[in-house]
């Protein structure tokens, strides 16, 4: 068998998957990333569908797949610069970052515990502080720290180098241009949330009480900024009501004029989440329609049999500042009244947005990329082609796999 | 957890008895979308024209339930729906609509299509709402002012200096013009009438209020909170004319500033205009006419003119500058404004040509009794009929214990 080399752009759940994929049938694949870890949007998670776990046993799983797999290279704090070529001969150009903190470091901490520059921790979305050199999270992989380059004062400072005992810091490390040629490439760029500060009317960034669903992931997880525990960010006390907001910013003409399709279920899962941790807590869903399928039905009749939780049917579109209190105003559509609703934690939710919104590659409407389109030879995978939950992106994920080492 | 408005045991009680069997009007359906041009079909019932409307009530609101009621063809219960003319158009519904289906066009082609329903004569209406109509309904007021001036025998006399009152005696003008409004104000009965019979008999329809009157208090909630005293029908017409007469309601509009403005600029000038009117007419009676440049009454005519000229020019600016974002425009709506905009234009020429002795200013007068005539004689036919059944549905709404 002629082994076939293929890049894979973007290392989050998707793209882990079809690499591993590929090389497990004895082909070669390179995984290249922007972050310093792998494992993208669903690290960041605290549970994820169908089963409701944490994600890290799934995660696991599959480092270990990488770990034992010689034919699957990672190349994290990374992106691909250019590419030209056609199918079978991809010549690209890969830039690497400045390897502030190379292989040798065994995450002992001490460079943080000395570093003097605090950063936004972007793996919380910035909702807490950490250290200029950071380990991203506890399983992050590779397992290394890392040094915010923007952050980093470099010379002026030092400390890390003094405290590392293992020769793994270089502050003067520069980046590094890797040129390499692939027979076929597979986008699996996933997706950002929607910019909820896009929608003037929910107010979002004008109050610390109204956050996002991916935000509410963060407050959720144990490994969270809160370690798990469900706060208003304004005071750090516990919320006695919260208003989940669905189609904040979706099926909207002037925002995202398609439905994400997962954001009814990740509510769902944030109701329950809520309800299961605060005990004392009035939840309101107000929804245009719910759109939970498959097995997630199953899920519906739990949170509707969940006395914490009331759905209401109608669009929030407004949330009114008044005296530092939120107030959310709604039509409820099944009883013909506007509502207006006091409430101590919004929460937010999102749609997915496309990361690759700037390619040139051939895109549909709303910057999804479009497989039948693209050139030969370059696929893309999953969020990067549809807004999709974690297995069906998996799905996804395979059958491109297959089609990145047939053609 | 507070629920400002209502407790959820109440609106699942509510929701349980909003079911019924609907049949749809096909010819009504289209010709709404046509009039507002609006993608009815394309509203997926999501409420935040609702939410972001100021004017829109607690209970029932409008518009989202006026959409659903459009796009499914019920005619019946939109003609009786005194909530579309709670609505001034200002535009925020239709600008914050996440599907572009302009909810304030719609109600903007409902308000018509009601106008049309009750007016009596309809075909007046029919007539009015279409250009290619506009010689036969001009050619109507301008035959009956020939008419006035043949009987009169004046119809060939130009004295000289400028005099009106030599081609259309006083006497003669005052009693055609009251007759003419009371062919108008008959007119208006007639279909104020059958406006306020169509909306008792949907609100009996509407499903969850009671047949009685009596009973409405002790289900309502708002309606318990209400005394008898507030529900004395000349308590509410002195409330709702003072709300008119304030623009209050305009003032909560957030997407067209501009409007409020202009409409009030309009509205207060004609109301200018009217008290000027009687005392002209007084003055007329006394002898003492036509007044002076300089006197007051006359200077604050010539103001609220020119207030009024502003005004709809800012309107019909905005209606072409506009023209799909806020407010779909037809013939049904140019014709009000322009005809407006005319009647003012003809009597600021009018008075000129007195003042610097023109004789065009007879051709000038003639036309502008003309339009005086085609706005006064159908008023109750066109949108100037807004006034009246807007200041009714407000009665109306009141009455029923909706504010």
Redesign the interface.
Known sequence: MQQKHVLVIGGGISGMTTAIEIAEVGHEALLVESKPYIGGKVVQFSQYFPKLCPPQCGLEINFNRIRNNSRVKILTSARVNSMEGSKGNFKVQIMKKAELINSKCTACGKCADVCPVERDNTFNYGLDKNKAAYLPHEMSFPFSYTIDESACLRNECKKCLDVCEYDAINLDAREELIEKTFHSIVYSTGWEPYDAGEIALLNYGNHPDIITNVEFERYAAANGPTAGHIIKPSDQSAPKTIVFIQCAGSRDEKHLSYCSSVCCSASLKHALIASEKLKQVKILIFYIDLRVSGRNEDFLKQVEEDENVELIKGKAGKININNNKLFVEAEDILSGIKTKTESDLVVLATGIQPSLLNSKLPKDDYGFLLNDKLPEGIFASACASKPLDVSASLKDATAISLKAIQN | ??????M?E???E??ET?SKILLPDIQFIKRVKKESNSDLKAC?????C???CNL??????FP??EMIWAAWGQKGMLIADPDIWLCHQCGDCTS?????VKPGNVLASLRSQTIEYYANPSFLVKWLKKWWMLPVTVTIPMIIIHLILIIAGTLTITPDPVNYSAMFPHALLNSSFSILALLMIVGIVFSIRSFWKGMVKGYRLSGFEPESQSSVKERSPIKSGMTEKATSIIKTIWQVKKELLAHKKFKDCETNKFRHLAHAMVFYGFVALIVVTLFAILSAILGNYPMPFLNPVKIVGNLAGLSIVVGLLILIFQRLIKKDAVSSSNFFDWSFLISILLLVITGFFTEYARLVNDHLGYYWYLFHLIIMWYVILYLPYTKFGHMVYRFVAMVFVIQTGRK
């Open positions: 957890m507070q629920l400002i408005t209502m959820p109440t609106r699942n509510k929701r909003r997926m019932q999501c409420g935040n609702t939410v972001v829109s009530p607690e209970e029932n609101p989202r339930k914050n609509c996440p599907r572009g």
